[in-house]
């Protein structure tokens, strides 16, 4: 890994307005009654699609500290395969893939359907802003290059193994 250009405290700290706004925006999501669960997942998802390591990191800290399942974490990356994804779930990572790529296509109708299939207006407005949070903090960690939060005891020396 590269060395961070900054780190995310010394982020918070040059620009204080902008990263308590974004702290402002998480703690209404986290309060909005969509499932805390379903928040941690997409933070994951999202954070994957744009290659933030300290987001994917800490978002994977905050699933496994919510008790999220080991499997879920796993296969997250391959979800469309995975097989223990509830419908709901799979909508929300295709409407989080649909927003996190956005710059690639267009939301056509049918995408909006599909989601909207699994969540009342309000809830579908909450996932939304939720993916653009993470999305919004993707896009600072990952240029910045924030070291991701690995919690010390994680930390394994390597090991060579075999391929299978």
Not at 104 to 118: G, I, K, L, N
Request: charged share 20%; proline share 5%; glycine share 4%.
């Amino acid at each position: 890994m590269s060395a961070p250009r900054i780190t995310a405290l010394e982020f918070r700290k040059i620009a204080p307005g902008f990263g308590d706004a974004l702290a402002a925006l998480g703690k209404a999501i986290s309060e909005s009654g969509l499932e805390e669960e379903l928040v941690q997942l997409v933070k994951v998802r999202a954070s994957q699609i744009n290659g933030c390591a300290f987001c994917t990191q800490l978002h994977l800290n905050e699933s496994r500290h919510i008790g999220i399942s080991a499997p879920k974490l796993d296969l997250l990356v391959v979800w469309r395969e995975a097989g223990i994804f509830s419908e709901r779930e799979k909508a929300a990572f295709a409407w989080t893939e649909l927003l996190t790529r956005l710059s690639e296509h267009h939301v056509t109708d049918e995408d909006y359907a599909a989601v909207s299939a699994h969540f009342q207006p309000s809830e579908l407005a909450w996932l939304s802003s939720a993916i653009v949070l993470i999305n919004s903090w993707n896009r600072i960690a990952a240029p910045f290059q924030f070291a991701p939060p690995i919690p010390h005891h994680e930390i394994q020396p390597k090991h060579e193994t075999v391929n299978a």
